[in-house]
């Protein structure tokens, strides 16, 4: 797939004005809402941004499935608290798209038309309860490793948002963390089941950051114009080598018989199946027609509350007028 490249020009944009922009994203500049940038760039942003937004949304889904069944208030309170930020994050990176001139509405009709893509990791089933301290440990363990390296990126609004998500998302990877840790030090039946939940998790943690530097289309657009700092195959390194020794050392066995150190310390993984992670992400494996109706069934259900905050604010107006 040939996608637009930095210095491919739209109608009416200037290799003057690409000059200028390019030379603002050569020194750091943060690129700001009202400040002109190209076509593309902003095109490219509002992709990324608003499967971002969408993401934080459908992946509050199968750990929210767990908040009447958790073991104890503590842990009920901690994921309460978790998924209720995950609603934030979706609503910071929705305004963060709206500065691009995306709107609120046409964002959601694509969700919820199944138009819009959403991360490939929130279709997998949370089985267990050992499941949610994996979504912490791992899923949320990869996000920070992506989103850690999206706060240098170039567009402020973008940038400023995930400075915030990533001190929450910081929290989030350490309660999963602790979960996991508890559970593989548990009784056999615990350890059973942290174990059948790393089985689960692993693959798609590594698949949810991208294809291969080779099959990513949009990858060398997005670096040369600092929306990305590091490619999906650096940061997939990165999640790996930071997790590997952790879950070992909790006396797990990472699902993978190729996994090797090479010289450099490097831990290198075997092959990814790359057919399933395509067909998640077009809805052909896993549960995206579940997870889009349970989002179509909360936004017809949250509709009166979308009136009356439109009554309200009517009435805001109408009184300020007088
Ligand atoms: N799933 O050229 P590529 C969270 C698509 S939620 C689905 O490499 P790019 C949390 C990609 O969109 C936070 N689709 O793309 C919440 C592109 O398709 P289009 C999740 C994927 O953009 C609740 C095509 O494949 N984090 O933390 O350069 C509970 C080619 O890919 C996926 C984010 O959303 C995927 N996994 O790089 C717990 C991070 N991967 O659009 C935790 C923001 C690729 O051309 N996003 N595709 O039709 C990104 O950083 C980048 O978009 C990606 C992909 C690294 C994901």
Known sequence: MTQMQPTDLHPQETAEQHAAFNARIARGEKIE?????PAEYRRQLIRMISQHAHSEVVGMLPEGAWITRAPSLKRKTILIAKVQDEAGHGQYLYHAAETLGATREEMLDALLAGKAKYSSIFNYPSLTWADVGMIGWLVDGAAIKNQTMLAGCSYGPYSRAMVRICSEETFHHKQGKEMIV???QGTPEQRQMAQDALNRWWWPSLMMLGPHDADSPNTGALVQWGIKLKTNDEV???FINEHVPELLEAGLTIPDPDLHQDESGNWIHGPINWDEFWAVVKGQQGLNRERLGARQQ????GAW???AMQAYTARQMGQAAD
């Open 33 to 37: 809402p009202g400040d002109w940038m």
């Open 298 to 301: 909360a936004h017809e259900e």
């Open 182 to 184: 508890t559970y593989a």
């Open 305 to 307: 509350v979308r009136e």
């Open 236 to 238: 997939r390194q990165e």
